[in-house]
């Protein structure tokens, strides 16, 4: 052997019991993170009790009609990881409770929700629920004018068979503030909201969004509209430009004395926008009101201009078709 291949040799053995000190290393290294997050693991799902907390069980020894709300809910499920059940109990939204304990009546020692500012109770409640749904809430219309999860949600004593509502019904709720709305649900030509077949929140989300007017889906009106009309999306070979632009230039979402929710009745409703046409399309046609033509009674102009929304027939321009 030669010196250089003997020096090569102890290199190589060199370089490779470095790289199984290494290796061995790492492993322990892994070993005692994975001990650590099984520790984790054990005081989620039976929490210790940190200092300063005292847990469900003296909590309710004094405060017994709010436990039966919170156990009967998903906040008093232990099953969820997530819940404040498997957490810190009652303490997970009040607060530690010992100083408390010491002096009930004095308001700063634990947060007393109905004593508190409403973007404090918010902030109480997004600690848990910031994602999904209510990831818009912060800077909504209904934070921005000091609404609180709790003017909405009772975590104690809910009134609805679900979401924690402080009515019976979700209108209910609505309408306390949006009384006008809730009404024109009551109109001959309305979405079937009392007939159970939609809630306000079907096209709202209360808890804010990236669409006007609080709108679930979408980016602008029609987009929340098509997500349910889906035949009305288009694309149309010939498109009806007042329908692009808006589908509440025509029709009121929340219902209306005309047919189909229609804002006027046809043919007023097209002569808000086409005055003059190679027809002519006022009820003037002839300096007095034809009050026999076929433009006005009935469906009026949809008589002919079937296609309002827009026509995919190659003669379809005039949307008669
Ligand atoms: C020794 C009995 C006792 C224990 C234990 C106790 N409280 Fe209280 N708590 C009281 C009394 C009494 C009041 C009413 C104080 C007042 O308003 O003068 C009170 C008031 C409250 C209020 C405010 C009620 C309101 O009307 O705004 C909250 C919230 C509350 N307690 C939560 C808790 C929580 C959470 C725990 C457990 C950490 C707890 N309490 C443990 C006796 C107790
Ligand atoms: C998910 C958060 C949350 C948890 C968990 C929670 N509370 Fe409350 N608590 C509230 C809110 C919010 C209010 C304000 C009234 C309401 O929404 O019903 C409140 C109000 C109270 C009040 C004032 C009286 C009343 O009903 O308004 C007491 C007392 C109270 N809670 C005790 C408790 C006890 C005891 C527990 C545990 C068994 C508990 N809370 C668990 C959020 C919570
Ligand atoms: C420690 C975390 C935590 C906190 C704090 C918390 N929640 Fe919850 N909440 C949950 C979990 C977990 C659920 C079960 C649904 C889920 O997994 O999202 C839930 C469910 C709900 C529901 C749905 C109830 C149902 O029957 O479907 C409402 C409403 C709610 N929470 C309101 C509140 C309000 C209001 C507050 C603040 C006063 C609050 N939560 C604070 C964890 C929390
Ligand atoms: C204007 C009234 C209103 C306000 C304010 C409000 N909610 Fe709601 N929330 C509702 C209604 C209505 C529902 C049921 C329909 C739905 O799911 O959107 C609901 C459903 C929920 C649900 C269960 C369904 C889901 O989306 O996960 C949770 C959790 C919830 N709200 C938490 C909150 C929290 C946290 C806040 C404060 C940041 C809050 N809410 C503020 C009206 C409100
Ligand atoms: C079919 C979908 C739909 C339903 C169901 C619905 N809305 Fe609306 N809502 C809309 C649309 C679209 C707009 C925007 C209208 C506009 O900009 O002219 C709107 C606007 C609003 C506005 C703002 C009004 C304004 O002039 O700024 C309020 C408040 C409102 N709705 C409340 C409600 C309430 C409360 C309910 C249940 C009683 C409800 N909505 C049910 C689609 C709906
Ligand atoms: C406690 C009163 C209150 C309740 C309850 C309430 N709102 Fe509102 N809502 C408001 C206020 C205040 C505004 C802001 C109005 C404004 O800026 O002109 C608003 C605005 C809105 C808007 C218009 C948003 C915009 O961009 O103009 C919609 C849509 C809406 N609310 C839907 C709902 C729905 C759906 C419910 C029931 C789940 C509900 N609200 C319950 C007070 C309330
Ligand atoms: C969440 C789903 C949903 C959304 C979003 C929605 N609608 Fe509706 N719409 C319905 C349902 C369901 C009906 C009732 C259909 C029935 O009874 O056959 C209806 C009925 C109608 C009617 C009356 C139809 C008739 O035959 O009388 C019109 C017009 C209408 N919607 C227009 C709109 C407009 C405009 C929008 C957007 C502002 C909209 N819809 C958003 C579900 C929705
Ligand atoms: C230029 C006015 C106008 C616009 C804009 C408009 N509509 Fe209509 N819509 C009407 C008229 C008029 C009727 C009644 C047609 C009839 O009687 O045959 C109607 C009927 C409907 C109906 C019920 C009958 C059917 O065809 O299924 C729905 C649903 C509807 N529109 C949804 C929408 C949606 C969604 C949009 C937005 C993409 C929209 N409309 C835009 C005028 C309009
Ligand atoms: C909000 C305004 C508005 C309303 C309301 C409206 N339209 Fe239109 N309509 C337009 C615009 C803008 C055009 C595109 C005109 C152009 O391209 O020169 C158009 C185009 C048309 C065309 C095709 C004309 C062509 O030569 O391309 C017909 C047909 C038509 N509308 C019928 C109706 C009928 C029927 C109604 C009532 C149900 C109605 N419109 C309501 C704005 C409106
Ligand atoms: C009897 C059937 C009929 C009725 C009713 C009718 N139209 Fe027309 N309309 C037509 C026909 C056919 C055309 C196509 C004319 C052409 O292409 O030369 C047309 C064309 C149009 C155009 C496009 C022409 C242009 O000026 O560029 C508009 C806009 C229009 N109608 C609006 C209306 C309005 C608004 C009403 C109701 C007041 C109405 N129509 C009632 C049959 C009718």
New binding site residues.
């Given amino acids: 052997m030669t010196a250089r291949r003997f020096l090569f040799c102890v290199a190589t053995l060199t370089y490779l019991l470095a790289l199984t000190l290494a290796s061995a290393a790492v492993t322990a290294d892994a070993q005692a993170a994975s001990a650590s997050a099984i520790a984790l693991d054990a005081q989620t799902s039976a929490p210790a009790t940190p200092p300063g907390y005292v847990g469900?069980d003296t909590?309710?020894a004094c405060?017994e009609?709010?436990?039966h709300?919170?156990?009967a809910g998903p906040?008093?499920k232990t099953a969820n990881p997530r819940s404040?059940a498997a957490r810190q109990?009652?303490e997970?939204?009040?607060g530690p409770g010992e100083r408390h304990i010491d002096d009930p009546s004095n308001d700063t020692t634990l947060r007393?929700?109905?004593k508190m500012a409403p973007r404090d109770?918010s902030a109480?409640?997004i600690t848990c629920h910031a994602g999904g749904s209510h990831a818009a809430w912060q800077g909504s219309p209904h934070d921005t004018r000091n609404l609180s999860?709790?003017t909405c949600?009772?975590?104690?004593?809910p009134r609805s068979p679900s979401a924690h509502l402080k009515t019976n019904t979700e209108v209910e709720l609505c309408a306390t503030c949006h009384r006008v709305q809730a009404n024109k649900l009551k109109r001959v030509s309305h979405m079937p909201v009392q007939e159970g077949k939609l809630q306000c929140s079907s096209c709202h989300n209360p808890h804010g969004s990236t669409n006007v007017k609080q709108l679930r889906v979408g980016n602008w009106i029609n987009e929340s509209c098509v997500s349910c009309h889906t035949e009305k999306r288009g694309p149309f070979l010939f498109e009806h430009a007042a329908g692009r632009e808006s589908c509440v230039s025509c029709h009121d979402p929340h219902g209306s004395s005309n047919d189909r929710l229609l804002v006027a009745k046809v043919p007023m409703l097209c002569q808000r926008c086409h005055i003059g046409t190679r027809h002519p399309s006022t009820l003037y046609d002839n300096v007095a009101v034809e009050a026999k033509t076929v433009r006005i009674i009935g469906r009026g102009c949809v008589n002919c201009h079937s296609q309002v929304h827009g026509s995919n027939h190659p003669s379809g321009q005039a949307l008669i078709r």
């Fill in positions: 469900t909590c309710v405060h009609d709010q436990q709300g919170y156990e906040h008093g404040p109990g009652c997970s939204c009040h007393k929700f109905a109770v109480t409640c999860c709790v949600h009772s975590v104690h004593a």
